[in-house]
């Protein structure tokens, strides 16, 4: 993603900078960076968890709780059979 392509993506669902941030959990600072393509005179990368957070801004989640829960999760978990114990060896 270009610098450019992130000020779109901002522009396009209406944010501020400021809103941009929080969206993405960043510093309004770092999100100006990311428009501007460099800090302190070096070239700055937008990363991929940005990235991908965009585009999940995109597809509209604006919060994940992780995956949905499925009916073994409320199974009790299942507790292994005991070690065999071996049998003694056979007398003469």
Not at 9 to 22: E, F, I, N, P, T
Request: glycine share 6%; net charge positive.
């Amino acid at each position: 993603m270009k610098p450019s392509d992130f000020k779109r993506w901002r522009k396009a669902h209406d944010l501020s900078q400021k809103d941009a941030a929080h969206v993405l959990g960043l510093k309004r600072r770092v999100v100006q960076y990311y428009e501007k393509g460099e800090r302190d005179g070096k070239e700055v990368d937008i990363p991929l968890t940005v990235r991908l957070a965009c585009a999940a801004y995109n597809a509209g989640f604006r919060d994940y709780h992780g995956p949905p829960k499925r009916a073994e999760d409320d199974m009790p978990p299942v507790t292994p059979p005991p070690p065999a114990v071996p049998e003694p060896p056979a007398s003469e």
